[in-house]
């Protein structure tokens, strides 16, 4: 077999906001974002926040992995970079389960097989298994030694419903989706708990409900709150008592009927074992954002030899943590549900590239599509969405400078009926940086949902502000955005590929490079271009870099190349391998002709077609008063009703346009 050797580790934190609070509505922040749930114990950001790790080879195969750190991601980040990194160059990656010994050695002896350090190997374990299973062709719980099932049962975790008739009314919603199992996030008072237990068995009565009491009781209470749940037949009890009490534990599970579970405390083999010995669990609930899947299996097979199940726990995990676990899941024998909160499920897709297979009801073991390497195709959603002919529209104003909506319209008719591949915004010809947030809101509601691809402009230079333009555009119906590098710090190659990077990974939109320098003042040569397009989540480049055909040449036959420059130089660009081109919006009914005789075989018919557009194309170069010529040129073809610039754009003066004029009558 090839001889494969791990070449680079990296890591992002991820923080992402979600449409609704983990667990519901919450009291309040402490500073940095972070705040208690009274009376539980436990800190909880209003976030979403991870670290993802991606392993990568000499060979360019790669992995990625998560672990689990609902807050203060950037330690894990910094135990991975600066003490488990160095120990996996160079390695072999295949040999996953020695580098989880070599791994664990570090700081074993020094008491860190528990707490961040376990977390951080468990993001590094993960990434592992992803990329063995890549390198040998099979999905992870083949390598585990096979699924026992293809589709893995899960319950319903959380009702963050404020009271119990609210909590009662969304159970009977899931039970109504086919969901037979619910999971109660309580601790409130045994009384309270009671209450609520009560309400939500009475939506429905074939639910099967468990507690989660979060480490909130005593023993005294938890043995009154388990004997009453004995009476009532729940599922069983989660974290009734504080977490270290081993011997309460013990003497609670030996007290009652209902199982005592346990698991998410902790990491490893060792401290399951101690448990499972004393009798003070009755089943066991691991996370592997914690424990990872290497140790995981060797819990599960600790609890098998007690003769005890393993449900795996999840909580805040997004997706690369939620498809291990179910990997996981689909290979432990006793088995009987995987946690699914679908709060989380609501975020977690966000850092995928296709959403995890299945629902509330079961989730499948499929081979899940992680972020890819190259800026080839989507995994599963067929070819590159940036190709063919993807006019830049330009943005119609009213002589009084407000949004023309009514002629944005036209124009995107315009668009289609010329037959163009997709269409983009906020690009250098649509006077993006005259646009407000809510300007662009407006103007993919109408832009999207056109049957093509849109292609969004992002021009912000900090990293958090592009971040939030992304997931705006996202939000507003966009498939992909089109980045230009910070160019205001002047940035290093390291500093592009940084940002790019954090972009990618956390604005939940495939992005596109824009590499002009000419505006930019940025210079993005094919070896850091290479770099960028390996990032997961870049999957293509607009090249606008005179000459802009070797770059392309150089750049397209293993990624996605685009053009742009107006198409100026389109059929070069296409004789190189360029996948399309993305010029102004004028001209896409005399350019797509070209293009069809191009891809037919006939290149002189097409060089000949093209020659005849080229006076149109270069005057439409023309810095300073590139937008007024686009528009004067759409007012004149009756398809926007103004040629209105904002400033400090120019508008072209009469001379200008009695030259366009002639142009035009040329081409008519």
């Known amino acids: 077999m090839l001889q494969v050797k791990i070449e680079r580790v990296d890591t992002f934190v991820v923080k992402l906001v979600p449409p609704e609070a983990y667990l519901g509505a919450h009291p309040g922040e402490a500073e940095g974002g972070y705040f208690l749930r009274p009376p539980w114990r436990s800190l909880y950001s209003s976030r979403f926040e991870t670290v993802l790790t991606r392993i990568t080879c000499s060979d360019g195969s790669y992995g990625w992995g998560e672990g689990l750190a609902p807050v203060a991601p950037e330690v894990l980040k910094e135990i991975i970079d600066r003490l488990l990194a160095p120990a996996l160059l160079g390695q072999d990656p295949r040999r996953v389960r020695p580098l989880w010994t070599r791994l664990g050695g570090l700081m074993r002896e020094r008491g860190h097989l528990v707490g961040h350090q376990a977390d951080a190997m468990a993001a590094v374990d993960i990434a592992l298994w992803d990329l063995a299973g890549k390198l040998h062709g099979a999905p992870v719980h083949a390598l585990l030694g096979g699924a026992f099932r293809d589709e893995v049962p899960t319950y319903v975790s959380g009702l963050p419903r404020p009271t119990d008739a609210e909590r009662a009314a969304l159970a009977a919603e899931w039970a109504g989706r086919g969901v037979r199992a619910v999971k109660l996030h309580l601790g409130n008072g045994v009384e309270e708990d009671l209450a609520t237990y009560d309400a939500v068995a009475a939506a429905h009565p074939g639910l099967r409900i468990a507690i989660d009491a979060h480490w909130a009781y005593d023993l005294s209470q938890a043995l009154r709150l388990g004997r009453a749940l004995d ?30 579970a346990v698991g998410e405390a902790m990491r490893n083999r060792y401290e399951f074992r101690a448990w499972l010995e004393a009798r003070a669990v009755d089943l066991c609930q691991p996370d592997v954002g914690r424990t990872g899947i290497t140790e995981a299996m060797a819990i599960a097979e600790v609890a098998a030899a007690h003769h005890v199940p393993v449900a795996p726990h999840h909580s805040v995990g997004l997706g690369v943590m939620v498809a291990a676990g179910v990997h996981l899941a689909a290979a432990i024998e006793a088995m009987p549900a995987l946690e699914y909160q679908p709060g989380t499920m609501a975020v977690a897709d966000r850092v995928l590239t296709a959403p995890i297979a299945g629902g509330p009801r079961q ?3 499929v081979r899940h599509p992680w972020p890819r390497r190259r800026g080839r195709p989507l995994p599963d ?14 943005t119609p104003f009213h002589p009084d400078g407000t949004l023309d909506l009514p002629s944005l319209r036209r124009l995107v008719d315009f668009q289609l009926e010329s037959g163009v591949d997709g269409m983009a915004v906020f690009g250098f010809a649509s006077e993006g940086f005259a646009l407000t947030a809510a300007e662009r809101a407006e103007i993919l509601g109408v832009v999207a949902g056109n049957g093509v691809p849109v292609v969004a402009g992002v021009g912000s230079t900090g990293t958090l502000d592009a971040i939030e333009q992304v997931r705006a555009a996202a939000e507003h119906g966009a498939d992909v955005v089109m980045l230009l ?33 000419a505006q930019t003042g940025v210079p993005m ?12 989540g870049v999957e293509s480049v607009k090249i606008e870099t ?6 392309v040449g150089a750049l397209a036959a293993d990624f996605a190349v685009l053009g742009g420059q107006n198409a100026l130089f389109v059929l070069e660009e296409y004789a190189r391998g360029a996948v399309g081109t993305m010029p102004a919006c004028e001209f896409p009914d005399l350019l797509a002709p070209v293009l069809s005789t191009w891809s037919e075989g006939d290149r002189a018919g097409a060089r000949a077609a ?14 300073g008063i590139a937008w007024s010529i686009h528009k004067h040129v759409l007012v004149r073809r009756g398809i926007i009703a103004s040629a209105t610039v904002r400033p400090p754009a120019l508008d072209a003066d009469a001379a200008t346009l009695a030259w366009l004029d002639d142009i035009l009558d040329d081409l008519a």
């Open 610 to 623: 093209f020659t005849r557009l080229l006076p149109l194309i270069r005057y439409g170069l023309q810095p």
């Open 231 to 260: 009476e009532r037949g729940a599922w069983f009890l989660e974290a009734p008592l504080v977490p270290e009490d081993l011997a309460a534990h013990r003497e609670l599970a030996a007290a009652l009927a209902t199982p005592v």
């Open 363 to 365: 989730l499948r073991p």
């Open 381 to 394: 959603r067929g070819a590159p969405v940036s190709r063919g002919l993807i006019p830049v529209l330009a």
């Open 525 to 536: 040569p094919v070896s850091l271009l290479v770099e960028l397009l390996k990032l997961e």
């Open 546 to 551: 005179q000459p802009t055909a070797p770059k």
């Open 485 to 517: 590098p910070p160019y205001l710090v002047k940035p290093s190659g390291s500093q592009v590929i940084d940002f790019f990077g954090a972009v990618a990974a956390e604005g939940g939109l495939p992005v596109m490079i824009q590499d002009a320098p």
